[in-house]
């Protein structure tokens, strides 16, 4: 069974810029989840849809970020503009039976 | 409210020594926690998960941990280590209400030495 997807695996941009993540989840997988981990930090949830609803976005910063889960299946997080603290692993996870699967993660550092 | 607090930022031991990585939990609920593993650049990986059935749990890898409510612990231990355990370990405990949302501890990194 294929695992959860993601790209760029890597990214380099600079302040003020625009960037862009896809995620495709585990085939069947209804709820997806985006994380921000901070190096040396957990895993933070931004935002979570079941289907292509958003279920919890509370702590996504709107301002500058957002994702879309059009047709219920793959995902893209979106940052705009981006500021030096954004630099971080994007994590795209998906779920069955109340376990998370996680993708590779992009890893994006913003100059 | 729901946290996890993973009590050693940093365990080292050497190889073929036990392992044992500490996690306290908070939750209002019956909790679900997860042990999940992280290798450098690479994505997490489930070890193992407690989800109200046996108090202890066996996972992947030789991995195993132990819910106790009076403690509210959920430690990870391993009786031998391999140098491949070397990464960052997460606790990880499970929100209520359906919408199986994770709270993340902040990490232990563990070294295994020759």
């Known amino acids: 069974e294929a695992g959860v997807a993601q790209s760029p695996r890597y990214k380099i941009i600079e302040k003020r810029q625009s960037v862009a993540f896809w995620c495709n989840p585990i085939s069947g997988h209804a709820t997806l989840y985006w994380y921000q981990q901070i190096l040396g930090q957990g895993p933070k949830l931004l935002i979570q849809?079941?289907?292509?609803?958003?279920?919890?976005d509370s702590q996504l910063p709107k301002d500058r970020f957002s994702a879309e889960r059009l047709k219920g299946v793959d995902s893209t997080l979106k940052i705009q503009p981006a500021k030096l603290e954004d630099s971080a692993v994007y994590l795209c996870?998906?779920?069955?039976?109340?376990?998370?699967?996680f993708g590779p993660g992009t890893r994006l550092l913003v100059l | 409210a729901q946290s996890v607090t993973q009590l050693d930022s940093h365990v080292s031991v050497s190889e073929g020594t036990p392992v044992l990585l500490r996690c306290n939990y908070s939750?209002?609920?019956?909790?679900?926690l997860f042990w999940y593993v992280q290798h450098p650049n690479k994505g997490l990986q489930l070890l193992l998960k407690y989800t109200s059935a046996a108090t202890l749990v066996k996972g992947i890898n030789g991995f195993e941990a132990e819910f106790k409510k009076s403690e509210t612990s959920f430690h990870l231990t391993k009786p031998s280590a391999h140098m491949s355990d070397a990464a960052e370990y997460f606790c990880?405990?499970?929100?209520?209400?359906?919408?199986?949302?994770?709270?993340f501890g902040a990490g232990t990194r563990l070294a295994v030495h020759p």
């Open positions: 849809f079941q289907n292509n609803g958003v279920v919890d």
């Open positions: 996870a998906s779920t069955e039976q109340e376990t998370q699967y």
């Open positions: 990880v405990v499970s929100l209520s209400g359906g919408y199986n949302k994770l709270i």
């Open positions: 939750s209002s609920y019956s909790p679900s």
